[in-house]
């Protein structure tokens, strides 16, 4: 039972590039989301997701979009990478309610 | 906008002590308070929850206070062990309008040292 899987685990990229970061469980849950982790800062939730086939904004969606075509994934991408988009984003997934189940990061660096 | 802040960023204690780890929020409409544990390249961890209809909950080795008139959490840690060490957040919630999806608060975190 892997949990919650995050790919990449670290990525650089350079202003302007686009990279889509995956989330894959495989607990069945319906409840996905996406959050970024800056220093210092609490995590903040960009998008998430109640069930396959929808999505919603977080509390800072700009600059991102997500997919749920599949149950078991969660998509972040970033279509245009700019250097306040570097962080640390975190997937988590839930039966229902609140995040139970963290995946172990992705750390992202725009240059 | 609503907030959710910790009284110290960093808490050292020795080997076997007691910890109690304090969080203070602003939104009187939170009804759920989750503590959660961070290990430094990991993700967060959920350790225990509390309703705001209860003042206290305990789990394995673990309490957690909720004082709603002075709006706030402690997370109280017993005979603190050197795996304790981490990044420990509290986050309230309130719904959303999604169902039973709920919108974290999270505050910023401090730095549990576990001293042998």
């Known amino acids: 039972n892997a949990g919650v899987t995050q790919t990449p685990k670290f990525r650089v990229l350079k202003t302007g590039q686009s990279m889509t970061l995956l989330c894959a469980q495989d607990?069945?849950?319906?409840?996905m989301y996406w959050y970024r982790q800056d220093p210092g800062m609490g995590l903040r939730l960009i998008h998430y997701s109640v069930g396959e086939g929808t999505t919603a904004k977080g509390e800072v969606p700009d600059g991102y979009n997500v997919s749920r075509l599949k149950k078991q994934n969660f998509l972040l991408g970033l279509e245009s990478a700019a250097p306040s988009q570097t962080s640390v984003y975190f997937c988590a997934s839930t039966y229902a309610g609140v995040p139970q189940h963290f995946g172990d990061g992705t750390r992202l660096s725009i240059l | 906008g609503e907030s959710v802040g910790l009284h110290l960023p960093t808490l050292s204690v020795q080997e076997g002590d007691n910890s109690i780890i304090n969080c203070a929020y602003s939104n009187s409409a939170s009804d759920y308070f989750i503590w959660y544990k961070q290990e430094s390249g990991k993700g967060p961890q959920f350790i225990i929850d509390?309703?705001?209809?209860?003042d206290k909950r305990q789990g394995q080795r673990v309490t957690v206070l909720l004082n709603k008139t002075v709006k706030h959490l402690s997370l109280q840690i017993a005979a603190t062990q050197p795996g304790d060490s981490a990044v420990y957040f509290c986050?309230?919630?309130?719904?959303?309008?999604?169902?039973?999806?709920?919108?974290?608060?999270f505050g910023s975190g401090t730095q549990l040292t576990v001293l042998p």
């Open positions: 986050a309230e919630t309130s719904s959303i309008s999604s169902g039973s999806a709920r919108q974290l608060t």
């Open positions: 509390i309703r705001s209809n209860m």
């Open positions: 607990m069945n849950h319906e409840y």
